[in-house]
Each structure stands twice: as C-alpha cells, then as structure tokens.
C-alpha cells in the first residue's frame, strides 16, 4: 500500500465533481472501468483494491487527489494526461489540509490498513493513545512532529496538528534512526511483540512524508526512510506469520519506492515481496518479483545485493520443484558472493553474510526434499553466524533441527531442537516457534530414544 492517499473535502468544502474523469470512463459501467484499472495495475505491479464505490468517489469529487499507486496506474492508462487532466486537485493542495469525517461512535478501530485507498484515512486516525504514544515517543520520532503527544491531541480527525511544521534534516534523521532501531530489537530478540509497536513510527512516517519537505534532498531521505520504515515494520509482520499485513506494507514500500525513483529502496522491497511469496506458497511469483529486484539493482554497484536476490530467486525455483532452476540461481549467487562486499552495499544487508548465504541455500535443498543437502548447509549456517543476529542463530538452528528428522537423525535433530529452546529464552520468533513444533510432532514416533524423549517433554513444558 501507499500512504499517500486521497484527502476527502470537509463540510465547508463540499466536493464538485470530477467531470474529466467521468469523461474518461466513457460508456462504461463503474464496475467495468474498476476492473480495467485493476488490470492496469497489475501490468506494472501495481495491486489497487479499485471497485465501482472508488469510482463512484472519485467522479463525485469526495477523492480529489488519488494515492500514488492509483496515480502510477492511471498515468499507465493515460499516457501524456497530468493528475490536472484526469480532473484532480495538486497534491500540495490536498494533504493534510482538511479534518477527515468524524468516526462513527462505538465503531471498532481498525487493527491494519486492508487496502490501498483506506490507508491514508486509517494514517489519519493513527495513535489513539496508550501504547502508540509511548512507541512513538520512544522511538524518538513524536517531538520531531511538532507537538507533544497526548491522549486528547492523538483523536481521529485531529491530525495533523495546526502548526506542525515541515519536515528538516532532523525529522529525517529520526525516520532513519527508528529503521535501525526496529532492525535492532529483531536481530537480538525477533519480532513477536514489536510489530504493533512498530506501526506507529511507520505512521508517523508517512505523516512527515504528507507535510512536506524543506529541501529536496530532505523529502530524499524521507522517501527512503520511510519505504525502509514499511519493509521493517513489514518484516515484523512476516516473520510473525501476519501474511497480509506484511504484503501490505512491502507493496507500501514499492509504492513509495516508485514515487521516488528510489532504486535501492525499490530492490530492497522486491528482495521482501520475493522472500514473502516464497513463505505464503507462490513460488512463481517469489521467481518474478526477484528478477525485478534484480533489474532495479543492476546499476546499484552491489553484488551482494544481487546475491541475494538471486538467492530468493532459487529459493522461488526450488519452490516449484524446478531442480536445474534453482541450481542455476545457486551458481550465480555463488559467483556474485565471491566478488565480496563493495561501497555500495546497502545498510541493511548488514546480515547479510556467509551464513545467510548457507541459511538460503540449506532453504531451497530443503523445498527439493534433498535433506542431507539441507541439513549440511543448515549445519554451516549455524557455525559461521554471528552471535550478534541472535534470531538468526535460532532460525538456522531450527532448520537444522527439521532438516536432521526428515533425514532420519534423529538424536541429532533432537540435540539441534534442544539448542532452539536454549536460544528461545530471549528470541521471540513466532517463524523460529512454528518450525520447532514441526519438529517436535515429527520428532513424536521416536519418543523411545532418550534425546527425543527428553526434547520433547522440555517442549511440552515450554
């Protein structure tokens, strides 16, 4: 998703209708030109939730401005045509300057953004207080919004405050500070309990991108920060097993990225779309989305950045048991590994080494079924990582752990499962958690041996 949404017209503006985009949907019905803009968007990657009540908004002017997705596509639609000529209102002109609806009394509030052209009402309605402020203030990012977060200023409709300022180079060092942050806590403690700590910095974020920029090369670093705020945060929600969330945030990223012309952060977002098909059982398109990674990256100057994503290109090939695929992807990762890291390798890959190398490819032997294969790259894992990415550690340990009982080690693998437990005293990995009880309900026949036994009755304890 994108954040940069529409800005529905307050009582005191009453809308006018958008007569250029009414002209444009010809004799069409709404629904059948909704259906038409979905399928422009997926042309260029693009995956707008368009039905005929968005049309119907937008040609009665309560849409003035559309989101960045939807103005990617329709500039796809309309070549040569400016959002002035589809019948919208510039977008300087639109965000954040009028108050959003009143919400309705007693109605739930929303627990994630479901689709593309809510999000930035739900943005709007962001931090209604407790925890969402103390996330925020902690994160440093709620005094760089100009104002000081309380449970009365943090209401629905009430943001932005009058008087916030536009962004500078502290509000964007903030953004960035809060990516590191977030990647922090993961790598030492795994995502359970951050991620819905970690949305209100995102929204934040993207409150910043909607106030503007003083300079140029500020509005930059806020475009970068804020589509690397959406990948973490998004991470947090993959590795949680929060499937949808994370696809909505990783394609709020690839948004922000394309607004921008951001190829980095455009690469970045393909690597996580890719790793997440992979996850969620669309191997296919793990394959697609990381070939575009690839072709965002080419020009970056980073090899390793290229490794990677021709490791989650193997891994989408192994998916679909595509054998000469996936070795093929695995000798290109090799080689481009082998050229070593460069300048312009990009901040988060700081995992990214040798053992992340052997962790993706014990991965895809794995998908092949090949669990020898698997296991001896998992165990190579395991022995190079870094003590520092302390999630990593148990993850590659709990792939040992799987890849051992499917070959039938299994006292070995009850060793590797008991290793996970040790480190799952301060990793919280609901990703780490699944595997370990995989094992554990494969591990069950076996229960006679004295490893097994003992692995699992300490499992069932835990």
């Given at each position: ?54 049309i119907g908004r937008v040609e009665s002017g309560e849409i003035r401005c559309p989101n960045y997705a939807y103005e990617r596509v329709f500039r796809h639609m309309f070549p040569g045509l ?381």
């Amino acid at each position: 998703m994108t954040s940069a949404s529409v800005s529905p017209t307050s009582p005191e503006h009453p809308p006018s209708p958008n007569l250029a985009f009414r002209q444009l949907r010809g004799p069409r019905s709404a629904g059948e030109f909704a259906a038409a803009i979905r399928r422009a968007g997926r042309e260029i990657g693009e995956n707008v939730s368009c039905d005929a009540r968005y049309i119907g908004r937008v040609e009665s002017g309560e849409i003035r401005c559309p989101n960045y997705a939807y103005e990617r596509v329709f500039r796809h639609m309309f070549p040569g045509l400016s959002l002035a000529d589809l019948g919208f209102s510039p977008r300087e002109t639109v965000r954040g300057r009028h108050a959003r609806r009143p919400k309705p009394p007693n109605s739930p509030s929303p627990s994630r953004v479901p689709t593309i052209e809510e999000s930035d009402v739900l943005r709007r309605a962001f931090m209604t207080g407790g925890s969402a402020t103390v996330a925020v203030a902690a994160l440093g990012l709620a005094p760089m919004l100009g104002f000081a977060p309380t449970a009365d200023s943090l209401t629905p409709g009430s943001w932005p405050p009058p008087g916030a300022r536009r962004a500078g180079e502290s509000e964007a060092a903030a953004v960035e500070e809060a990516v590191r942050h977030i990647r922090l806590l993961d790598d030492r403690h795994g995502s359970d309990g951050l991620y819905q700590r970690a949305t209100a910095p995102l929204h934040a974020a993207y409150t910043l991108l909607d106030a503007g920029a003083l300079r140029q090369s500020t509005a930059d670093r806020l475009h970068a920060g804020a589509g690397e705020l959406a990948l973490s945060v998004g991470w947090l929600a993959h590795d949680s097993g929060r499937f949808e969330d994370a696809r909505s945030h990783y394609a709020e990223a690839l948004a922000t990225a394309r607004v921008a012309g951001d190829a980095a952060l455009e690469a970045h977002a393909f690597s996580n779309t890719a790793f997440l098909a992979r996850d969620a059982g669309r191997p296919r398109e793990a394959v697609r989305a990381a070939q575009a990674g690839q072709r965002a990256a080419r020009h970056l100057g980073s090899p390793r950045l290229l490794c990677l994503l021709t490791l989650r290109e193997a891994g989408g090939w192994a998916g679909l048991g595509d054998r000469g695929g996936c070795e093929e992807a695995l000798g290109r990762a090799h080689t481009l590994f082998g050229q070593g890291p460069t300048d312009g390798d990009p901040e988060w890959m700081s995992f990214f080494g040798e053992a992340e190398l052997e962790g993706l490819e014990a991965q895809c032997w794995s998908a092949l079924h090949e669990w020898s294969r698997a296991a001896r790259h998992a165990h190579r894992a395991t022995a190079l990582q870094d003590p520092h990415f302390a999630r990593n550690v148990a993850l590659y340990t709990a792939e040992l752990a799987e890849d051992l009982t499917r070959d039938g080690a299994v006292d070995e693998a009850a060793a590797a499962a008991n290793r996970v437990l040790d480190l799952a005293e301060g990793v919280q990995s609901p990703r780490v958690r699944s595997m370990l009880a995989a094992t554990a309900r494969a591990l069950l026949p076996h229960q006679r041996s004295a490893p097994v036994g003992a692995f699992l009755e300490r499992h069932a304890k835990a």
